[in-house]
């Protein structure tokens, strides 16, 4: 029973044009969300993140959306570049959890390939 | 400024032999946690520790035994290797939500 979903095993987009990675989760007790970015040989690395209580966060190219009633989040890249190259995991964590001391439910990723 | 250390970086086993993962961190951090991933399958949690001397189960601990003995180590331990445990295997630590993750462990399982 997979919590956290991300139906994209891969995306394919062109440099400079925006990036939109989704997530969605069953568990209705998550109240925490993180993406985390990925390199071949590399451990994952945290990228950002998002409390239940916002509906956006953003850090520079990068904007997190959350939309609490369609338990789903989506992370925004503008421009894209090819850096941004990488499979990215999308991350949640439960109100009992208390700051993510019990573990990260992860997703299985999404491969995401900026074409020049 | 090391970070999360892994140790070792690859390895091979026979079935059944037995070994340890070695997992070091210097930020001074209560919680880590041992992490598999498997192509189609994203990170999976196996075992994790919210403080020296503790440690509890994850979603997939079957086969797998973990000790914190020092708060900065935390070793993961295969007794009887099986093919299924050929992983990718990944040590974090963290303060709160935003996990600092180690470079992996490659263990394959012949």
């Known amino acids: 029973d997979q919590q956290v979903k991300q139906n994209s095993p891969s995306l394919s987009v062109q440099e400079g044009r925006i990036s939109i990675l989704n997530c969605d989760y069953t568990?209705?007790?998550?109240?925490?969300f993180l993406w985390y970015k990925k390199y071949p040989a590399e451990g994952p690395t945290f990228l950002i993140s998002?409390?239940?209580?916002?509906d956006k966060n953003e850090d520079g190219r990068f904007t997190v959306f959350l939309n609490k009633s369609a338990k789903h989040l989506s992370l925004h890249i503008v421009p894209s570049q090819p850096g941004d190259s990488a499979v990215y995991f999308c991350?949640?964590?439960?109100?009992?959890?208390?700051?993510?001391?019990?573990?990260?439910?992860f997703g299985k990723g999404t491969h995401l390939i900026i074409q020049p | 400024n090391a970070g999360v250390t892994q140790t070792p970086k690859f390895r091979v086993l026979k079935t059944g032999q037995s070994m340890t993962l070695l997992c070091a961190q210097d930020?001074?951090?209560?919680?880590m946690y041992w992490y598999r991933q498997d192509p189609g399958m994203g990170l999976r949690l196996i075992h994790y520790?919210?403080?020296?001397?503790?440690?509890a189960k994850g979603e997939v601990p079957d086969g797998y035994n973990v000790s914190r003995l020092k708060k900065q180590n935390f070793l993961l331990g295969l007794e009887s290797a099986a093919p299924s445990q050929t992983s990718v295997y990944f040590c974090?630590?963290?303060?709160?939500?935003?996990?600092?993750f180690g470079s992996g462990t490659r263990l394959t399982v012949v």
């Open positions: 991350a949640a964590s439960a109100i009992y959890s208390g700051g993510g001391a019990d573990g990260l439910t």
């Open positions: 998002i409390s239940s209580i916002k």
């Open positions: 520790s919210v403080g020296e001397g503790t440690t």
């Open positions: 974090a630590s963290s303060k709160t939500y935003g996990y600092t």
């Open positions: 930020m001074n951090h209560e919680y």
């Open positions: 568990n209705s007790m998550f109240d925490y």
